[in-house]
């Protein structure tokens, strides 16, 4: 009984937070995303991964300052990111837990990646919405794609977070969609090719078709080996804005369209409806935009994207309208469990 009324207490403290401080936690949120950061930098949860380690131990093994250290860890406990154990010891939460560097579903790569470069451009976002110019480009002076181009370790980071992510979506995606059809599925800007690994595990009849810039082709090369794949899936290199490998029946396409514009989503599409097989099938794995108030991440997302690269996410009208431009026809929209839909369409 007392935790039941301990339960209705707390559900009245939540509706009853004044508004002014709803959205002060709001407006400070930028604390929490660079705490989640520096954690994740430091590689803490790696270091506690064994167990409870005092605040001196991680500040020694991490190269930082003790008390600051403690403060940051503090804050996060708040939040259920790691736990106390005693005076100024530090454990893991299952939060905490997807920032260790070391597991499958590691989160950690997107905590950096959204901790710099991407934070540092959303600085000049009111710039990005008075004038329509790019802020990333009006922070770094270049396009996002070409920063990473010319900085190695931030390129790897965004692989290796966008590879994080896929695999999550991956799994949802062939447990919504039945691939038994096709014969040769073509995945453009696959990454380091979570999504199609997943697909040739689960379809031992299918056969893939990587298809990347060539230093991430080369580099996926040993992840398609290493999955026992070798015999079935190539890795390609290449310029999608130029030209996608043919012959496929089902093209993949998770999380690109929204790195693009209209005019470039249309001629990454016009490649593809020249290669695609005519009863083939064009997939697209995308977080498609409801009408009117509803909370969904996509409408962040979609921020994120014009802060970036000028980009956006879609709605089912404003794909219905891109894939007409490009030859093709809206089939279907099939929703997954993660968010994630996959948007089919056919060649017209």
């Not at 896929?166 to 447990?175: H, R």
């Not at 696959?190 to 078709?209: C, D, E, Q, S, V």
Request: aromatic share 8%; hydrophobic share 45%.
């Amino acid at each position: 009984m007392s935790t039941q009324a301990e339960a209705v207490r707390d559900e009245h403290a939540v509706a009853e937070v004044p508004p002014h401080y709803q959205l002060l936690q709001m407006i400070t949120g930028y604390w929490l995303t660079q705490s989640i950061y520096v954690a994740a930098k430091l590689g803490i949860a790696d270091l506690v991964a064994d167990g409870p380690r005092h605040v001196d131990e991680l500040a020694r093994a991490s190269g930082s300052q003790p008390d600051l250290l403690n403060r940051v860890l503090r804050a996060l406990c708040s939040v259920g990111i790691f736990t106390t154990h005693g005076k100024d010891s530090y454990g893991l939460t299952p939060l905490a837990d997807l920032l260790r560097s070391d597991l499958p579903n590691s989160m950690r790569p997107q905590a950096i990646m959204h901790g710099e470069e991407q934070y540092r451009a959303w600085s000049d976002v009111l710039h990005n919405v008075k004038t329509g110019e790019i802020a990333f480009e009006k922070e770094f002076g270049k396009t996002y794609f070409g920063y990473l181009a010319e900085h190695p370790e931030a390129d790897r980071v965004f692989n290796e977070a966008q590879a994080g992510y896929t695999k999550e979506v991956a799994g949802a995606v062939v447990d919504a969609y039945d691939f038994t059809p096709f014969g040769t599925v073509i995945d453009v800007g696959a990454g380091y090719g979570p999504m199609l690994l997943k697909l040739l595990a689960r379809y031992p009849h299918l056969r893939g078709i990587l298809f990347d810039q060539p230093h991430v082709a080369e580099a996926a090369k040993a992840r398609i080996q290493a999955a026992g794949l070798g015999g079935r899936c190539l890795a390609e290199g290449g310029d999608f804005f130029v030209s996608v490998p043919s012959g496929g029946d089902a093209y993949i396409l998770s999380l690109l369209l929204h790195d693009w514009d209209e005019e470039r989503s249309v001629t990454i599409l016009k490649n593809i409806r020249r290669g695609i097989a005519p009863n083939g099938r064009l997939l697209v794995v995308e977080l498609v935009l409801p009408e009117g108030e509803a909370p969904f991440f996509g409408k962040w997302l979609d921020l994120h994207m014009a802060v970036l690269l000028g980009a956006r996410e879609r709605t089912a009208n404003e794909f219905r309208e891109l894939f007409a431009a490009s030859g093709f026809k809206l089939q279907r929209i099939v929703p997954t469990s993660t968010g994630m839909s996959i948007v089919e369409a056919v060649p017209v």
